[in-house]
Antibody
Framework: QVQLQESGPGLVKPPETLSLTCTVSGYSISSGFYWGWIRQPPGKGLEWIGNLYHNGNIYYNPSLKSRVIMSVDTSKNQFSLKLISVTAADTAVYYC???????????WGQGTLVTVSS | QSALTQPRSVSGSPGQSVTISCTGTSSNVGGYNYVSWYQQYPGKVPKLMIYHVTERPSGVPDRFSGSKSGNTASLTVSGLQTEDEADYYCCSYAGTYSLVFGGGTKLTVL
């Protein structure tokens, strides 16, 4: 079964860049599937950030597109998220997920809380 | 890309059925048969319960069912059990490999 684990700093100062990595085990990223990022501000709902495919095709939420960069490193079986110029509104639990066919999130990482504060 | 609309809360007694609605537009819910539903307990990771409007992943009880009519999708939980008390989120494909979530519904088992 696919397992995912997010890693990265838990505290980021505004207006710096938030950087997270998702390490995948139990499945090779280069074999297929889509790989996504979703976030959830404390006490609020889920927000899709973006997806990427192993071949490098990347799709972003239009509302975040100007600040998001996603990438994949198949040699490490990892994919990454960068969110630039963060503000307190970017404080959230960030999840990475496997997306079998880009229409749903099948398996989720445990999530990592990132707090944006000076 | 506006969030899908869900009721903030629904409730029911054990054994009853409840339905959670999820309203979007013809650009998302109404335009594709790609609605999914997630269950989330407080402080826990969301779990996929329904995908492609009506399909259940392996291990999800058949008490959970999904449907769609026009721009509104629904999740029905039959034979309510106390462990069904959680937050539920709908999600729809919105074209060009993008997704949009609903605001979430808190299900309370009375």
């Amino acid at each position: 079964q696919v397992q995912l684990q997010e890693s990265g700093p838990g505290l980021v100062k505004p207006p710096e860049t938030l950087s997270l990595t998702c390490t995948v085990s139990g499945y090779s990223i280069s074999s297929g599937f889509y790989w996504g990022w979703i976030r959830q501000p404390p006490g609020k709902g889920l927000e899709w950030i973006g997806n990427l495919y192993h071949n490098g095709n990347i799709y972003y939420n239009p509302s975040l597109k100007s600040r998001v960069i996603m990438s994949v490193d198949t040699s490490k079986n990892q994919f990454s998220l960068k969110l630039i110029s963060v503000t307190a509104a970017d404080t959230a639990v960030y999840y990475c997920a496997t997306m079998t066919d880009s229409t749903r999130c099948d398996y989720w990482g445990q999530g990592t809380l990132v707090t944006v504060s000076s | 890309q506006s969030a899908l609309t869900q009721p903030r809360s629904v409730s029911g007694s054990p054994g009853q059925s409840v339905t959670i609605s999820c309203t979007g537009t013809s650009s998302n819910v109404g335009g594709y048969n790609y609605v999914s539903w997630y269950q989330q307990y407080p402080g826990k990771v969301p779990k996929l319960m329904i995908y492609h409007v009506t399909e259940r992943p392996s291990g999800v009880p058949d008490r959970f069912s999904g449907s769609k009519s026009g721009n509104t999708a629904s999740l029905t939980v039959s034979g309510l059990q106390t462990e069904d008390e959680a937050d539920y989120y709908c999600c729809s494909y919105a074209g060009t490999y993008s997704l949009v979530f609903g605001g979430g519904t808190k299900l309370t088992v009375l």
